[in-house]
Structure formats: C-alpha cells, structure tokens
C-alpha cells in the first residue's frame, strides 16, 4: 500500500509555471505505475499524465503535450508535475496516482491509490 501527499497547487497568472508534487510513503515506490488527473468544478476527473514504474515512458494529455513535464525520483518517493504556460482552462484540482497493476495509463479507474489533491487557479 501507498500514501500520496501532493503539494505545490496556487494562484498563478495565465503563461505562468507551476511544479506540483507528490510523495509516496510505503514500500515499493519504485513498482508503482504513477498518473496525475485533474478535475475543474463541474467535469469529470480526466487524465493529465502517467509514467511507468521503470520511467521508461511517459504519456501525456494532448491538451497538455508540449507545455507538461511528468517525472519522478524513486530515490525520493516523488513524482512531480512541472506545468509552463499555463492557461485558465487548466484551473483545477489535481491529483497523482499510483498503482502496482499494468493496465492502461489514461484510465482513472485503473489506478488504486490516491492523494487527497492540490488546487491549481489559472487567472486570465
């Protein structure tokens, strides 16, 4: 089992940068397939990015390709989000996830283990 504590949400200006985090606590962190979702008011949780256990890979949302960087550090139980160029329409809450299961990275149900989220305000 894994604990995950995101950090780093705020109030930014549209074209600003943000870093999110997460940290894992409990054992096996570097087994766990680990996701960011994001969820506005009013819509459905929805995938943002996802790396591999190994980090060999990394998928992103392509509404968020080119402008997001997912990575992680499994010497340090951490995954971050680095998001540039922020827009007003990324304004959400946002959550990492992590499963041991190999199943498909962009699915919300697919991952057991959640953070409680971190607020992210883009303002116009």
């Known amino acids: 089992q894994v604990q995950l504590v995101e950090s780093g949400g705020g109030l930014v200006q549209a074209g600003g940068s943000l870093r999110l985090s997460c940290a894992a606590s409990?054992?096996?962190?570097?087994?766990?397939?680990m996701g960011w979702f994001r969820q506005a008011l009013g819509k459905e949780r929805e995938f943002v990015a996802a790396?591999?256990?190994?980090?060999?890979?990394?998928y992103y949302a392509d509404s968020v390709k080119g402008r997001f960087t997912m990575s992680r550090d499994n010497a340090k139980n951490t995954v971050y989000l680095q998001m540039s160029s922020l827009k007003p329409e990324d304004t959400a809450v946002y959550f990492c996830?992590?499963?041991?299961?190999?199943?498909?990275?962009?699915?919300?149900?697919?991952?057991?283990?959640w953070g409680q989220g971190t607020q992210v305000t883009v303002s116009s």
């Open positions: 790396t591999s256990w190994s980090a060999g890979r990394t």
């Open positions: 996830a992590a499963d041991l299961r190999r199943l498909a990275y962009g699915l919300a149900a697919n991952y057991a283990y």
């Open positions: 409990g054992r096996s962190f570097s087994m766990y397939n």
